[in-house]
Nanobody, 129 residues
Framework: QVQLMESGGDSVQSGGSLRLSCAAS?????????MGWFRQAPGKEREGIAI??????????DSVKGRFTISRVTRVDAKNTLYLQMNSAKPEDTAMYYC???????????????????WGQGTLVTVSS
């Protein structure tokens, strides 16, 4: 089991920056999960925007490439955290943002199309023009 809790959502002006955090805990070792950030805008389907594998390989959706950065911090005290640094925010980035995780043994490849197993409750980001 993996528990995920997002934070950091806020309202920002277009061109501004924001950092989202996702605190991860549970019985599955944080070092053995692939993690990602997803978002869902009103009236739209959920989309994967950034993935980071156990080895640190990063994959980004074209819509955020060059503007967003995903990173993860693994700590010996088990306070493991996934981050999403959002720069040059655009109004079209307005959405509910979710972090997700899946044990590396559950999938052959972890990418934006992977069906992630564990999800947080989401944090709202609003970008105004």
């Amino acid at each position: 089991q993996v528990q995920l809790m997002e934070s950091g959502g806020d309202s920002v002006q277009s061109g501004g920056s924001l950092r989202l955090s996702c605190a991860a805990s549970g019985s599955v070792s944080f070092g053995n999960v692939c993690m990602g950030w997803f978002r869902q805008a009103p009236g739209k389907e959920r989309e994967g925007i950034a993935i980071i594998t156990r080895e640190g390989r990063r994959t980004y959706a074209d819509s955020v490439k060059g503007r967003f950065t995903i990173s993860r911090v693994t700590r010996v005290d088990a306070k493991n955290t996934l981050y999403l640094q959002m720069n040059s925010a655009k109004p079209e980035d307005t959405a509910m943002y979710y972090c997700a995780a899946i044990p590396v043994g559950a999938v052959a490849v972890c990418d934006l199309g992977t069906q992630f197993e564990y999800w947080g409750q989401g944090t709202l980001v609003t970008v105004s023009s």
